[in-house]
């Protein structure tokens, strides 16, 4: 079992920056494929980023792609979303991710059924 506990979401003025936090609890946290998703009013849940066991392969929605970067410490549970050039259209609750399957292709983690734990969400929003 893993539990998933986001934090760092707030009110920023678009440009701004925020930096995301999932922490993890479980001692397998760093053999598993983290992601983020986000959902905004009456939209429906979106992927944003992910990010496999070892750091080494990363994936992004084109939505985020050169604004946002997806990390993580293994040493320490926890991964991380950079989040720069902030947009309104970036307003959502954010949802921390994870995936303990190995997937043959990056694009597969993209798809949120796959993923077995979720955290709670942290809402992110940017004002014009």
């Known amino acids: 079992q893993v539990q998933l506990v986001e934090s760092g979401g707030g009110l920023v003025q678009a440009g701004g920056s925020l930096r995301l936090s999932c922490a993890a609890s479980?001692?397998?946290?760093?053999?598993?494929?983290m992601a983020w998703f986000r959902q905004a009013p009456r939209k429906a849940r979106e992927f944003v980023a992910t990010?496999?066991?070892?750091?080494?392969?990363?994936d992004y929605a084109d939505s985020v792609q050169g604004r946002f970067t997806i990390s993580r410490d293994n040493a320490k549970n926890t991964v991380f979303l950079q989040m720069n050039s902030l947009k309104p259209e970036d307003t959502a609750v954010y949802y921390c991710?994870?995936?303990?399957?190995?997937?043959?292709?990056?694009?597969?983690?993209?798809?949120?059924?796959?993923?077995?734990?979720w955290g709670q969400g942290t809402q992110v929003t940017v004002s014009s």
């Open positions: 990010i496999i066991w070892s750091g080494g392969a990363t």
């Open positions: 479980g001692r397998t946290f760093s053999s598993y494929a």
């Open positions: 991710a994870a995936d303990p399957s190995n997937r043959a292709t990056m694009s597969l983690y993209r798809d949120s059924s796959r993923y077995a734990y």
